[in-house]
């Protein structure tokens, strides 16, 4: 399901909320001294990517995906990105590997032919709860070029 967004830049704030604010408003954080998700005066454009383990938490009367999309929409405003999709796993657990998610592989193919090569989820245990299999994850998404980054603790 795409999801298209296109929310203005937020510029009322004040500069060095570190870093949240600074990818706004400038290329590099003064204050940290890294690079920002802004580039070129552009939004980076980012899927979104939702998973929900149990499927008793699937389902319109359930608030999981709503919750993490909430999380990934707020922490994508604030922090200059543009979300162009989103990708959903209902009732896939934390332990599979990525390549056995129906959901992140069809991620995965939409990042191979359009240049995205942001993915936001909303905590990292989201992404995978087993460690090998989030250490794994991380070192394929690296061999991509993509970043994965959890709202809950994007550094």
């Known amino acids: 399901m795409a999801l298209p967004f296109s929310r203005p ?7 060095h909320g570190c870093c949240t604010v600074c990818r706004l408003s400038q290329e ?3 204050r940290k001294g890294r690079k920002l998700i802004k580039r070129n005066g552009k939004r980076v454009e ?6 929900i383990f149990s499927a008793a938490n ?4 359930k608030d ?4 993490q999309r909430a999380a990934i929409e707020s922490f994508a405003e604030a922090n200059g990105n543009e979300l162009v999709d989103e990708f959903y796993d209902a009732a896939v657990s934390g332990a599979d590997l990525i ?11 939409r ?15 989201r992404f995978a709860r087993d460690l090998a299999v989030q250490l794994a994850g991380h070192d394929h998404l690296r061999s991509l070029g993509v970043t994965l980054i959890p709202t809950s603790s994007p550094d």
């Open 64 to 67: 999981s995906d709503r919750r």
């Open 99 to 109: 390549a056995e998610r129906p959901g992140f592989a069809a991620m995965l193919n």
């Open 9 to 15: 830049l937020l510029t009322s704030r004040p500069p």
């Open 111 to 125: 990042i191979a032919g359009n240049g995205v090569r942001t993915i936001l989820v909303e905590c990292p245990d």
């Open 46 to 51: 980012a899927v979104a990517y939702l998973r």
């Open 58 to 61: 699937v389902g319109a009367d």
């Open 28 to 30: 590099v954080c003064t």
